[in-house]
């Protein structure tokens, strides 16, 4: 057992080294830089089967037949199953669990997909059986003779083509494709506004679907204990408790008897946080064959499979007064959902997007009308930001076009519509009420930064090397995910550490870290002594995992508040040790000491001795804490980031030539984390802005199926990134931080974009939408070319 005890200087300079704000390396960086990391696949257990999913190839048809008897006779077969052998199951459907409205008040309609389709598929890559074998090889051998009778029906893929009269239905009891139409906002005062406009700004923007593409392909490993009638699954995700109970749902058991391990996970930005119907096939299998059957995905089915993200066709509009003042702000248009509905796939579509509407200015109204719209394509999900970067792309958007019609400097109107730091608490148009943030600092500081007042001269320069070259600032603000409480557990371990329980789930964050320096801050337990541990469900009871910027903050307070517990107890256990009256006993730094003496004693020695003595009655017995926290308000992270462009007009080749962001994330906990999360954000827009989207043909067949299709940032695409930060404390939990793993996104969409435009300006484009490849810059530069020359 080491020894965590110190004197009370070793203390103090521990915490200053480990304390909130300090650039900590993260804990687990020695062990994935080394390859040493546990991923899903790397699980293994004695005598498992190996399974693999049989697909449909058609975009729509119904469903006449099924063969499996070849198959069944193949080699190493143990199992062929289709729908029809899992719907004797009685297994749950998968749905949305979000309370979403329509206009009318009535619910959005669920599609309750079941784990396998009975009567017809409705996208490519549908699931209609699976096989179990020996090997992966016999598997999917056997698959491939799988014969399939599938009745082609026409396909629809365009939301909005979709919702037309004679449109293709994916199902009977949702008319015309439209499974949400979603509605937000005071209608008459909104038009109102518009009709007194002294400017009207408008403009079609179509938000690009985008592939999650995480480096670590779904895998699961499934097994069935018949002793105790417990499925377990070894499973990537962003959270073991919420996921155990969704897949307890899917499953119809009680969510005891469902657990689950993920391990390290690379890469989820969303998609790894739902009910898969591959994980019902496995367990089904592993109950019936009474052998654990593994099952790990490949790209091309991936690209088929996983949740997709984004995926909408927006009008805006923004009213303005005469002195450029914002007046309104609207939006009508139509959201992808993809043949089916499940996990939160409506929310960043409609409820999201109007949320994150208003961003940093003082617009005092909104509306917002989207249609989530049904489609023979991929279902969609949550994607980094899921919402909040869509919301403030089309403000930003719309706030550079207003400028240039108006004629008022672009940098002028947004200064002139921010929301003032004396203005706090602000009720926004948007339902929520912002708490805090410095814009307009965090605004100037972005600009000193970018040195943007030298970008005339960088213009200049350009011109002469025949390039063309463009600037753009642009703001954000996010609302983090909505209130909710989270799991702080500390146990006091014989070995002399301390195992801190949270439900949310490390897949990238380096949540060990950060939660450590937290603990050790409030306590004084040693920053090495602290092991964390969200990956088991038997262990995390409860907890709403990572997602939608929430972690730092819902976990955190669950530490404060499970920490201040455990000093409670503790001056109770203290007090009897030194024979002190519990009033006298105080906490600092790691030590409980007699008020007014040098008498005291370290937390991790005071934690040995109640646990390892027998303590009379009132007394603890031990400072161990299983604390539910109370529920986290949504934080709001902003910021102000510029991107700088270098196009060659001869080609449409565009380089970031500077990109600078200054965030308010509140107070930070580790700077070097917080960094890297915003890099990461800022590198996924670069995809989405550059080169990223998922295609489709007329028949529903997807065209960007691999990575030779499908294109994707390289390191040689990502600038060099100029942060700054610029806090502004959240005051709605104990430490003041707010989310910060979304918002490179949010930031970088309408920089990038703006400053594309802004390039193109000399040729009269004034707007071009995702992904801005070569070829459409090339050609927007021509067809600018023959306007002017007409």
Same mark, same amino acid.
């Given at each position: ?139 999917? #051998? ?163 499979? #996983? ?294 004693? #370290? ?188």
């Amino acid at each position: 057992m080491q020894d965590y005890t110190r004197s009370p200087v070793d203390n103090a300079i521990a915490m200053q080294k480990y304390g909130v704000g300090q650039p900590v390396r993260r804990k687990e960086d020695d062990t994935l830089v080394r390859g040493k990391g546990k991923y899903t696949d790397d699980f293994n257990l004695p005598g498992q089967l190996h399974a693999w999913i049989v697909r449909s190839s058609h975009a729509h048809g119904l469903i006449r037949g099924i063969n499996t008897t070849a198959a069944k006779l193949m080699p190493g077969v143990r199992g062929i199953w289709t729908g029809a052998d899992l719907a004797a199951a009685n297994y749950g459907p998968f749905t949305c669990g979000l309370p979403l409205k329509n206009r009318d008040g009535s619910p959005l309609l669920q599609t309750n997909r079941t784990a396998l389709m009975t009567d017809k598929v409705r996208y490519v890559g549908d699931p209609v059986a699976f096989v179990v074998a020996e090997t992966v090889a016999q598997a999917r #051998d056997a698959a491939e003779a799988v014969e399939l009778d599938i009745e082609p029906l026409p396909a629809v893929t365009d939301c909005e083509a979709a919702t037309l009269p004679g449109a293709p239905l994916l199902w009977d009891h949702i008319p015309n494709n439209v499974a949400l139409d979603y509605h937000y906002g005071d209608t008459a005062k909104v038009e109102a506004a518009f009709a007194a406009a002294a400017h009207v700004t408008k403009l079609d923007i179509a938000n690009t679907r985008v592939a999650v593409v995480s480096m670590e392909p779904r895998c699961a490993l499934a097994s069935f204990d018949k002793t105790t009638e417990r499925y377990v699954i070894q499973v990537p995700t962003q959270g073991v408790a919420g996921n155990r109970n969704t897949l307890a749902k899917n499953l119809n058991v009680a969510p005891e008897k469902v657990r689950i391990l993920t391990a390290n996970v690379g890469g989820s930005f969303g998609m790894k946080n739902i009910s898969y119907p591959e994980y019902i096939c496995l367990l089904h299998a592993a109950k019936e064959l009474g052998k654990p059957v593994k099952w790990l995905d490949e790209r091309s089915g991936s690209f088929l499979s #996983d949740s997709q993200g984004r995926a909408q066709d927006i009008h805006a509009e923004l009213a303005l007064d005469a002195d450029g003042k914002f007046l309104a702000v609207r939006l009508k248009g139509y959201g992808n959902l993809g043949a089916y509905i499940s996990g939160v796939s409506p929310g960043p579509l409609s409820l999201n997007t109007g949320k994150n509407l208003a961003s940093v200015y003082k617009t005092p109204l909104l509306a917002v009308d989207i249609k989530c719209v049904l489609t023979n394509t991929t279902l969609m999900g949550a994607y980094r930001g899921a919402g909040r970067p869509e919301a403030n792309y089309f403000m930003e958007r719309l706030i550079d076009r207003a400028a240039d019609e108006m004629g008022i400097d672009r940098l002028a109107l947004r200064k002139r519509n921010f929301i003032k730091s004396s203005q706090m608490p602000f009720d926004a148009a948007s339902g929520v009420t912002y708490d805090s943030g410095d814009f307009q600092g965090v605004f100037s500081k972005a600009l000193e930064i970018s040195d943007h007042a030298g970008f005339a001269k960088r213009k200049k320069e350009s011109r002469k090397n025949g390039k063309l070259r463009g600037i753009a600032v642009g703001s954000y603000l996010e609302v983090t995910a909505p209130p909710s409480g989270e799991l702080g557990k500390v146990v006091f371990e014989a070995d002399g550490t301390v195992t801190l329980t949270t439900g949310t789930l490390d897949y990238g964050q380096g949540h060990a870290t950060p939660f450590a320096q937290v603990l050790s801050a409030q306590l004084g337990v040693p920053f090495d002594a602290i092991k964390l541990q969200q990956n088991d469900s038997d262990l995390v009871r409860m907890g709403n995992g990572t997602g939608g910027s929430r972690s730092i903050t819902a976990s955190g307070q669950a530490i404060v508040e499970a920490s201040d517990l455990i000093i409670a107890k503790g001056k109770v256990a203290a007090a009897h040790l030194m024979e002190a009256s519990e009033g006298d006993i105080e906490f600092k730094a790691g030590r409980f000491t007699i008020a007014g003496t040098d008498r005291s004693i #370290d937390i991790m020695e005071l934690s040995r001795r109640v646990r390892d003595g027998k303590m009379p009655d009132g007394v603890p017995s031990s400072l161990d804490v299983d604390h539910t926290g109370s529920d986290v308000q949504s934080t709001f992270p902003n910021g102000c980031h510029v991107a700088e462009v270098e196009i060659d007009p001869d080609t449409g080749v565009i380089r970031i030539v500077g990109y600078t962001g200054v965030n308010d994330f509140g107070t930070i906990v580790n700077p070097m984390i917080v960094a890297g999360q915003l890099h990461g954000g800022v590198a996924q827009g670069i995809g989405q802005a550059l080169m990223e989207e998922v295609s489709y043909d007329e028949s529903g067949q997807p065209i960007t199926g691999s990575f030779m299709d499908y294109a994707m940032p390289r390191a040689g695409d990502i600038p060099l990134m100029k942060v700054g930060d610029h806090p502004s404390p959240a005051k709605s939990n104990p430490l003041g931080t707010k989310g910060c793993g979304e918002a490179g996104c949010a930031g970088s969409l309408s920089t990038i974009v703006n400053a594309v435009v802004d390039a193109l300006s000399d040729y009269g484009v004034d707007h071009i939408d995702m992904p801005l490849t070569s070829e459409r810059i090339w050609r927007a530069i021509q067809d600018g070319k023959k306007a002017t020359a007409a």
